[in-house]
């Protein structure tokens, strides 16, 4: 899309005349809108009228914006009887009670616009299912408008059917390999993460959000975001800031869908992350995101279809949001991970990353084709993109994506971590324990004791995490084993003002044994 556009001279432009007809001069006008719509481009989007600027963000046009764009489609004059009986025709500007008219309709009989796509894309479904749209434009299929350059679209098109899975798999191998992942399962949510960015255009339904945390900050996850977003997206990604009010959060999604955002990223996530606003968006693909416009008492729904990512330091949820991410945890091996020097690419990685985005896109394309072809397991709201994109790192033996970040999962639908750790340090405090004897004694606490409320609540909340299938009321100690180490070196917050952490002790003649240790 050029981003000046030539205006045509007045003599290039047909002449209208006013009739002083509302409704004579507002259907003229419309037809003038739809003989510029693919020039502009102008579409109908959620009972507005819209644009795509040349920034490739969509933008509601106001009324003085539609008298522009009338004024250049003709030139309005107002016809008067002149003295000697004739009519004399006087240039003048499109009325702006017309402007105003075509402004508070509703539909105008143009494209309807789902979304901006900035990238080559491949169609998830349907019929066409498979298809690499390389072509920018209007794909009507979709209802998309894609503002990529052609000769991108022809570059990412040929890899994508010439490259093999293993060398796609090897293209992306090689971008992360500085990255420290906490397991198997977390490389692949990242790869997953890259994938579903690739893949958000050829979702007409919901995809989850993709979650980057670690323990300790230097780690990497800003950076491992902005990879996905630098080789996905052709400019950088504006870093929202996470609000946890959720009318608040409401007003802030409302203005994203109607700006027709293809990503959003809330980074350095503090607190505690969630609630029914984001619940809600992330699961609004099929209906759009309903709001006010601010300012104004018109209703409106917008198609909110984004790339979802967030990352932060020891993220604590809430809500439903545990069953709507998809989590990769990275792991540096050391409190100081910005001493390390074993990288492939020092300092240069988004450089680098940057300059191979073609072969990216084109490997990332590649790899979604295959998962067509190699459907993975359904996920409960998520199912194409579960075929899709699981499909394609479980047929690269990758391990279920999902799989990763499962603590978190279990964190958000028993309790707070918070709760777990601060009840443990009123009854132990720094005092090692294994996780046998933890269970004997939360499953028979003492009767006399000062603590007996956090005993109580350690109980109930280790129980919905690690319950004994097989004794109804009792512990796991397996099951509790497991889950210690699915959740240790996990930094909170507690209401008091404290920093708690849960630590494995070195391996001794006793086994395995855990501490809460405070942290300054």
Same mark, same amino acid.
């Given at each position: 899309?050029?981003?000046?556009?030539?205006?045509?001279?007045?003599?290039?432009?047909?002449?209208? *005349?006013?009739?002083?007809?509302?409704?004579?001069?507002?259907?003229?006008?419309?037809?003038?809108?739809?003989?510029?719509?693919?020039?502009?481009?102008?579409?109908?989007?959620?009972?507005?009228?819209?644009?795509?600027?040349?920034?490739?963000?969509?933008?509601?046009?106001?009324?003085?914006?539609?008298?522009?764009?009338?004024?250049?489609?003709?030139?309005?004059?107002?016809?008067? %009887?002149?003295?000697?009986?004739?009519?004399?025709?006087?240039?003048? $500007?499109?009325?702006?009670? &017309?402007?105003?008219?075509?402004?508070?309709?509703? =539909?105008? @009989?143009?494209? +309807?616009?789902?979304?901006?796509?900035?990238?080559?894309? !491949?169609?998830?479904?349907?019929? +066409?299912?498979?298809?690499?749209?390389?072509?920018?434009? $209007?794909?009507?299929?979709?209802?998309?408008?894609?503002?990529?350059?052609?000769?991108?679209?022809?570059?990412?098109?040929?890899?994508?059917?010439?490259?093999?899975?293993?060398?796609?798999? /090897?293209?992306?191998? #090689?971008? &992360? *390999? #500085?990255?420290?992942?906490?397991?198997?399962?977390?490389?692949?949510?990242?790869?997953?993460?890259?994938? %579903?960015?690739?893949?958000?255009?050829?979702?007409?339904?919901?995809?989850?959000?993709?979650?980057?945390?670690?323990?300790?900050?230097?780690?990497?996850?800003?950076?491992?975001?902005?990879?996905?977003?630098?080789?996905?997206?052709?400019?950088?990604?504006?870093?929202?800031?996470?609000?946890?009010?959720?009318?608040?959060?409401?007003?802030?999604?409302?203005?994203?869908?109607? =700006?027709?955002? +293809?990503?959003?990223?809330?980074?350095?996530?503090?607190?505690?992350?969630?609630?029914?606003?984001?619940?809600?968006?992330?699961?609004?693909?099929?209906?759009?995101?309903?709001?006010?416009?601010?300012?104004? /008492?018109?209703?409106?729904?917008?198609?909110?279809?984004?790339?979802?990512?967030?990352?932060?330091?020891?993220?604590?949820?809430?809500?439903?949001?545990?069953?709507?991410?998809?989590?990769?945890?990275?792991?540096?091996?050391?409190?100081?991970?910005?001493?390390?020097? #074993?990288?492939?690419?020092?300092?240069?990685?988004?450089?680098? *990353?940057?300059?191979?985005?073609?072969?990216?896109? @084109?490997?990332?394309?590649?790899?979604?084709?295959?998962?067509?072809?190699?459907?993975?397991?359904?996920?409960?709201?998520?199912?194409?993109?579960?075929?899709?994109?699981?499909?394609?790192?479980?047929?690269?033996?990758?391990?279920?994506?999902? /799989?990763?970040?499962?603590?978190?999962? +279990?964190?958000?639908?028993?309790?707070?971590?918070?709760?777990?750790?601060?009840?443990?340090?009123?009854?132990?405090?720094? /005092?090692?324990?294994?996780?046998?004897?933890?269970?004997?004694?939360?499953?028979?606490?003492?009767?006399?004791?000062?603590?007996?409320?956090?005993?109580?609540?350690?109980? #109930?909340?280790?129980?919905?995490?690690?319950?004994?299938?097989?004794?109804?009321?009792?512990?796991?100690?397996?099951?509790?084993?497991?889950?210690?180490?699915?959740?240790?070196?996990?930094?909170?917050?507690?209401?008091? @003002?404290?920093?708690? *952490?849960?630590?494995?002790?070195?391996?001794?003649?006793?086994?395995?044994?855990?501490? !809460?240790?405070?942290?300054?």
């Amino acid at each position: 899309m050029p981003d000046v556009r030539i205006l045509p001279t007045a003599a290039e432009r047909p002449t209208y *005349a006013i009739t002083r007809d509302l409704l004579a001069d507002a259907s003229a006008a419309v037809r003038m809108l739809r003989a510029q719509a693919e020039e502009l481009p102008l579409f109908e989007r959620g009972g507005l009228l819209v644009e795509v600027a040349h920034t490739g963000q969509i933008v509601p046009l106001a009324p003085e914006r539609i008298r522009d764009v009338l004024a250049r489609a003709a030139v309005w004059v107002r016809l008067r %009887t002149n003295a000697d009986g004739g009519t004399d025709a006087t240039p003048t $500007y499109p009325p702006r009670d &017309i402007a105003s008219t075509l402004a508070a309709r509703t =539909a105008w @009989g143009l494209p +309807e616009l789902s979304g901006v796509v900035s990238h080559p894309w !491949v169609r998830c479904e349907g019929a +066409e299912a498979g298809e690499v749209v390389s072509a920018p434009g $209007y794909d009507a299929s979709s209802r998309t408008y894609g503002t990529w350059k052609t000769t991108l679209g022809d570059t990412v098109g040929a890899l994508a059917e010439d490259m093999t899975p293993d060398e796609a798999v /090897s293209e992306l191998e #090689d971008l &992360i *390999a #500085d990255f420290r992942f906490a397991s198997t399962a977390d490389r692949a949510s990242a790869l997953a993460g890259w994938l %579903t960015a690739a893949a958000r255009p050829g979702i007409a339904g919901d995809v989850p959000l993709w979650l980057v945390e670690a323990s300790t900050p230097g780690s990497g996850k800003g950076t491992l975001c902005d990879l996905v977003l630098r080789t996905v997206y052709p400019t950088a990604t504006r870093r929202t800031p996470w609000v946890s009010d959720d009318a608040e959060l409401s007003k802030a999604l409302l203005a994203l869908a109607l =700006a027709g955002e +293809e990503r959003i990223l809330w980074d350095n996530v503090d607190g505690i992350f969630g609630g029914p606003a984001l619940d809600a968006a992330i699961t609004s693909a099929a209906t759009g995101y309903r709001g006010r416009i601010l300012g104004q /008492s018109r209703i409106v729904s917008a198609p909110l279809r984004p790339f979802w990512v967030a990352n932060g330091n020891n993220v604590q949820i809430k809500g439903d949001i545990h069953r709507r991410i998809l989590v990769t945890r990275l792991n540096p091996g050391t409190d100081r991970p910005e001493e390390r020097e #074993d990288y492939r690419y020092p300092g240069t990685l988004l450089e680098v *990353a940057a300059g191979r985005r073609a072969r990216v896109l @084109g490997a990332l394309l590649r790899l979604l084709r295959l998962g067509l072809v190699n459907p993975g397991p359904l996920r409960g709201g998520f199912p194409v993109w579960s075929a899709v994109v699981r499909g394609a790192l479980v047929a690269m033996d990758y391990p279920d994506p999902w /799989s990763a970040g499962a603590d978190l999962r +279990e964190l958000a639908r028993a309790s707070s971590l918070v709760d777990v750790l601060e009840a443990w340090d009123r009854i132990w405090g720094a /005092s090692p324990i294994r996780a046998r004897d933890l269970a004997e004694a939360v499953s028979d606490p003492p009767s006399q004791s000062s603590v007996a409320d956090a005993y109580s609540t350690l109980g #109930d909340l280790l129980l919905e995490v690690a319950a004994d299938s097989r004794v109804r009321g009792r512990l796991s100690t397996r099951r509790l084993g497991q889950w210690l180490g699915r959740v240790r070196d996990r930094v909170v917050a507690t209401p008091a @003002g404290h920093r708690l *952490a849960l630590r494995r002790l070195p391996r001794s003649g006793a086994g395995v044994r855990w501490t !809460v240790e405070r942290l300054i």
